[in-house]
């Protein structure tokens, strides 16, 4: 792989479709290999924004919106880090030849859109799930549960994250609300939602799955520790690695696992969300890209999951080498306000172990992530304690007035 020198004639560009946390990440680690790095997102001053070279605002669903951009910059690779995109756009790009869309523009429309990736995974490949359906009208998702989903289940859009639009079901009277929310919660419009059945879990795990070049040039599959996560509405707010589980569970994971991401295709991480009984395990969901979850990484291992994706992406050697067990737990905002301020940074660093990630977000609102922190120890259990401490000591201010 040759690379050049950013902000030059012969720079090796990377164009990220998302500039949220994720993206800032990995901004920070394609620059230590000098790629120019040209930042995207739908509104002004997103944490990778403030990092990257360039920095673009668009309406990353309008298809012309895009290949305008992708025209103007003629990036070497177009790394998405959201779901919500023109995937149209990036299926025609790729297909001119011009650069490298990252894993590969068949990745990004599978897994932006929970009906493709659950149908690949359930019906094309044979992974166990949980049992489902996709409705477009009321009626038909009460029949669905009346006829084998079952209560207590789960309504999501089809296309959304971080757990928006996502509500658990216990009882027919709490249904119309959750379609409701359901249908507004997406990033974008299918006229479609899924309800899942509930599956009796432990626990739920990410498999970090590294698709990368080996030795000999060919393309070799690499696992990370598991990572534990604690979920709430459907957002993460606690992670930790590793997850202890049983042999055979482990190598469930590790196959189900292989069998997507080989049929994906494409070089760079997955995270892929499994749930654990035992030695049995469901897919669950799978994105391609570095993973919320995989944040506590920053501190685990020697390369972190966004290092592994940056040298992944580039044709260079990974190494997924853990150092000591860790745990992250996330800082949310409390209020809203458009000038915000943080308090409680320097309690929170005194804890041993431990880092704050503020990620510079320019508005709060109330549960938005707007940091974590992340702490190492002997064994998950202190970690994680040290984490949710630590994360608790900050707060958010809002700071009109400019105060300091």
């Not at 560009?13 to 680690?29: D, N, R, Y």
């Not at 019906?123 to 009321?138: D, H, P, R």
């Not at 940074?345 to 804890?351: E, H, Q, R, T, Y």
Request: net charge neutral; proline share 3%.
């Amino acid at each position: 792989m040759k690379l050049g020198t950013a902000l030059t004639n012969n720079a090796t560009k990377a164009l990220l479709l998302g500039s949220g946390e994720l993206g800032k990440e990995i901004t920070i680690s394609l620059q230590r290999y000098g790629v120019e790095v040209i930042a995207v997102d739908r509104y002004a001053n997103a944490p990778a924004h403030q990092v990257a070279h360039k920095a673009y605002v668009i309406d990353m669903t309008n298809a012309k919106a895009i290949t305008d951009l992708i025209t103007k910059e003629r990036p070497d690779f177009i790394i998405p880090e959201i779901e919500a995109i023109a995937t149209d756009a990036l299926i025609e790009i790729e297909a001119q030849g011009y650069c490298t869309i990252v894993p590969n523009a068949k990745a990004v429309q599978l897994t932006m859109n929970r009906e493709s990736i659950r149908s690949l995974a359930a019906e094309k490949l044979g992974i166990l799930t949980s049992a489902y359906a996709f409705v477009t009208e009321f009626n038909k998702l009460k029949a669905a549960i009346d006829n084998g989903i079952a209560y207590p289940c789960f309504i999501k859009p089809t296309m959304s994250s971080s757990g928006k639009g996502q509500s658990m079901v216990k009882h027919e009277s709490e249904l119309k609300t959750a379609w409701d929310l359901a249908k507004k919660g997406g990033r974008a419009t299918t006229g479609k939602v899924i309800v899942e059945a509930k599956i009796n879990f432990e626990f739920e795990i990410t498999l970090l799955t590294v698709r990368a070049l080996n030795n000999q040039g060919k393309v070799e599959t690499y696992f990370c520790e598991p990572i534990g996560h604690r979920q709430e509405n459907g957002d993460y707010r606690e992670s930790w690695q590793p997850q202890q589980l049983s042999q055979n569970a482990l190598k469930n994971s590790q196959e189900i696992a292989k069998k997507i991401t080989d049929e994906i295709g494409g070089l760079g991480i997955f995270g892929v969300e499994l749930f654990i009984q035992e030695d049995n395990v469901w897919f669950s969901e799978i994105s391609p890209r570095p993973h919320d979850t995989g944040m506590v990484t920053l501190l685990t291992q020697r390369q972190n999951e966004f290092d592994l994706h940056a040298r992944a992406i580039l044709g260079l050697p990974v190494s997924i080498t853990m150092g000591t067990p860790g745990a992250s737990a996330v800082i949310l905002a409390n209020i809203n306000s458009k000038t915000v301020g943080y308090e409680g940074l320097d309690k929170a660093l005194n804890i041993p172990k431990t880092e704050v990630l503020l990620f510079g977000k320019p508005e709060a609102f109330i549960s938005r992530r707007m940091g974590i922190a992340i702490s190492v120890a002997d064994n998950t259990n202190d970690a994680r304690d040290n984490a949710i401490k630590a994360a608790s000591l900050i707060q958010i201010t809002n700071d009109e007035k400019g105060t300091k």
